[in-house]
């Protein structure tokens, strides 16, 4: 597949949508940007539609929480942007936009770059005059559309009103207070579909002020927002910085847009691996306490009071240093899988292997697979098993990329409504685990990982590993004895 071809799904690694979408405003922006003489690549529209995207009653879907990109630097957001806001801008007469930069050199190449593409031959007939003094940069377009560009460092965007658009270029150098200051003009615009705010940036530095960047991206991740679009282009977390696979992975436009020569003279001028990964890798720092992947609300409701009847099968997930065990079961039915957390250890786990494996040892013959992740801890569990008169076909260790697959399925599993858990209280461990389990991404899958020091992962990773096990078994649904929450 060309990487020009590929959809935003596919090379985004976060993409947040916002509630209740019904149409776009899409089709008749491209039409304008292709009379501009400009083409987007596949993820551009995918992700212009969901900027564009409307609810029924016409407002756009992201008028209230914005759309934020958190995409790295030589991707073209920029050029993204400037094509939607320039064909808006055409087609919607009294269009007022504010294109704002934290630095005043930042803001002023911005304008330069799009004062040339106003002066292309299939763009001009648009413009009616371009302003460049007394420190005020402008584009005026002949319907009374105008985009006006300033430094947020000099005060730019404060004492506006009626404003439709609002660009926070670098925002991740962006106070609450400064954005406070700035959005409160677009309370007043006329723009028939609300107004818009675009927050475009990078992975923030510690030093940076970037609290309103930090929290619009925790807010997303966490599910707790159905009013914006959330955007994240970045390479694998434990990416290497100079592995040009990794280049590919997080910058979208990068050989076929963005040339080899561009990226390294990028590298050159960013030498710290830090600065590299953050701004050209698009790799945040580990400052999302309590972000997770499963939603609230996509977890409450995938949850039932009644456990469904079917062919069960139970995994056993023990983490990374050993210290920790978890015991779920899965159920497989005709309309899905129901999973449910039976026992979560903490302590001394090896004392606690030899009851485990007498539990799994007195239901196996009721059960199907017996599913076992996690190194060493796995291993022992599994020979124990088989002392016990386990058969070895009963008992799976999963290989790394199964691992991965589990951790999918749940994912999808949720998502789409055909994973169902228990939603009262004998559960309280695994909503615990789900609430603080987010993605962390290991070689270019991705597995379960804590946003908190003192959260624990296994019980996620156990219903997962149980799932899979579901879900892989080639024998029939069958009714069998219901499954109870028993401690080890």
Not at 224 to 250: F, G, L, N
Request: hydrophobic share 40%; proline share 4%; net charge negative.
């Amino acid at each position: 597949m060309q990487r020009s071809t590929r959809r935003l799904s596919e090379v985004a690694r976060h993409v947040i949508a916002p509630s209740g979408i019904v149409s776009t405003g899409w089709p008749a922006v491209e039409a304008r940007i292709k009379d501009f003489g400009d083409e987007f690549d596949e993820w551009q529209r995918g992700a212009s539609q969901l900027i564009l995207a409307k609810r029924a009653n016409g407002d756009y879907a992201a008028t209230v929480g914005g759309i934020t990109l958190s995409i790295p630097r030589q991707v073209a957001k920029t050029y993204m942007i400037s094509r939607i806001i320039f064909a808006l801008c055409t087609l919607f007469p009294n269009l007022t936009v504010l294109w704002t930069a934290h630095r005043t050199r930042t803001a002023s190449k911005t304008f330069a770059s799009l004062r040339g593409f106003a002066g292309r031959k299939s763009v001009e007939p648009y413009i009616r005059a371009i302003r460049a003094v007394n420190g005020e940069q402008e584009i005026q377009f002949t319907n009374g559309s105008i985009i006006m560009f300033g430094a947020r460092e000099g005060g730019f965007g404060r004492g506006f009103d009626e404003v439709d658009v609002e660009v926070f270029d670098e925002a991740q150098i962006l106070t609450e207070k400064a954005l406070e200051d700035m959005v409160a003009a677009t309370n007043q615009s006329r723009f028939p579909a609300g107004a818009l705010l675009f927050f475009m940036g990078t992975p923030p530095r510690p030093v940076d002020p970037s609290e309103a960047f930090k929290l619009r991206r925790r807010e997303a991740l966490a599910g707790e927002t159905e009013d914006a679009v959330y955007i994240e282009c970045s390479a694998d977390d434990d990416a290497e910085p100079d592995d040009r696979e990794q280049w590919a992975i997080a910058n979208p436009s990068y050989p076929h847009r963005t040339p080899l020569r561009s990226m390294l003279r990028l590298r050159k001028n960013l030498p710290s691996d830090e600065s590299w990964k953050r701004e050209a890798l698009g790799i945040w720092d580990s400052d999302l306490s309590g972000s997770r992947a499963i939603t609230a609300s996509q977890w409450e409701a995938t949850g039932i009071e009644v456990a469904p009847e079917g062919l069960q099968s139970f995994g056993v997930a023990f983490s990374q240093d050993g210290s920790r065990v978890s015991l779920a079961g899965a159920r497989k039915h005709d309309d899905g899988v129901h999973v449910e957390l039976v026992d979560a250890l903490v302590g001394d786990v090896d004392q606690g292997l030899g009851a485990l494996a007498d539990w799994l040892a007195e239901r196996w013959r009721k059960s199907d697979q017996i599913a076992l992740s996690g190194r060493s801890g796995a291993l022992v569990l599994a020979h124990l098993l088989r002392e016990r008169k386990v058969p070895s076909y009963r008992i799976h260790l999963l290989t790394t990329p199964q691992y991965f697959q589990a951790c999918q399925f749940l994912l999808d599993g949720v998502r789409e409504g055909t994973v169902t858990h228990l939603e009262h209280e004998g559960q309280q461990v695994l909503d615990e685990s789900v609430a603080v389990a987010d993605k962390k991404t290991r070689g270019g899958a991705w597995g379960w990982s804590v946003t908190v020091p003192d959260g624990d992962e296994t019980p996620i990773e156990a219903v997962s590993v149980a799932l899979w096990a579901a879900r892989t078994s080639k024998r029939a649904s069958r009714v069998d004895s219901k499954m109870k929450v028993v401690v080890m």
